[in-house]
């Protein structure tokens, strides 16, 4: 008798210990299982952020730099180098493409501002690059209608449909996008990104559209004044011939 209440006493404790381990076993699998359903919420939450943001995951672990200064009073902003040193970079490219924007109902728009359209086309093709222009005509909403462009060549010019230009604008070329002027903003700005190749002008004004490429050019070429002399003596030397 007191055997059998012996092992008696035994199962219960080893029932009890056996328990005992499957309710920490289930309480271990129901943490792991809590810890996971944590996890897959927080993926969701950041998959989510980075779409509705048009992240990068490089965005996620790599803090852009942002380097500001003002020159003439143009305000230059760049994302992760200096300005001239990304100005530098984006002249290395052999194939640039310029790109402005025109108001449809400013008839007089193009001639104020023919002054830094040859001005770089002139540079660049002194300096080998391959230019393509295209210049926008965009409606008072900056909806863009047509756009004419030389196509890579100097003495092209051709009328293209909107997305004739959108191609033109999408390429792996370097771009140089001149927005049309806005009074509105409280100054002229220039972006520079150089991992998207792409320097962008936001004038206020025509004024400042010049004043902005000369300044852009400046910082790409340590020699742009000695180039700007080598253009405008062909240009009077062409003039002269012509005159004969």
Request: glycine content about 2%; proline content about 1%; hydrophobic content about 40%.
């Amino acid at each position: 008798m007191s055997q059998a209440l012996s092992n008696a006493k035994v199962q219960s404790v080893r029932e009890i210990k056996k328990k005992a381990k499957s309710k920490k076993i289930n309480k271990n699998i129901t943490k792991i299982l809590i810890y996971l359903i944590i996890i897959i919420i927080l993926f969701m939450f950041v998959k989510v952020f980075i779409i509705d943001n048009e992240l990068d995951i490089q965005d996620i672990f790599h803090s852009k730099q942002e380097f500001e200064s003002i020159e003439g009073g143009i305000k230059f902003h760049s994302i992760d180098f200096p300005i001239r040193d990304s100005l530098v970079i984006l002249e290395r490219d052999n194939n640039i493409t310029i790109s402005y924007n025109s108001n449809i109902n400013d008839q007089n728009y193009l001639t104020s501002i023919i002054q830094s359209i040859n001005l770089f086309q002139g540079v660049f093709s002194n300096k080998g690059k391959i230019t393509t222009l295209v210049i926008n005509t965009v409606d008072e909403q900056n909806n863009l209608i047509k756009c004419t462009s030389n196509l890579g060549d100097l003495y092209t010019s051709k009328d293209l449909n909107i997305e004739e230009c959108n191609n033109l604008l999408n390429t792996n070329n370097t771009l140089i996008f001149i927005d049309y002027p806005n009074k509105e903003l409280e100054e002229t700005k220039v972006l520079i990104n150089v991992e998207d190749k792409l320097v962008h002008i936001s004038p206020k004004n025509t004024a400042e559209v010049n004043t902005s490429v000369q300044l852009v050019l400046k910082s790409m070429y340590e020699d742009i004044e000695q180039v700007v002399d080598n253009l405008n003596n062909f240009k009077l030397d062409q003039d002269l011939n012509i005159s004969k």
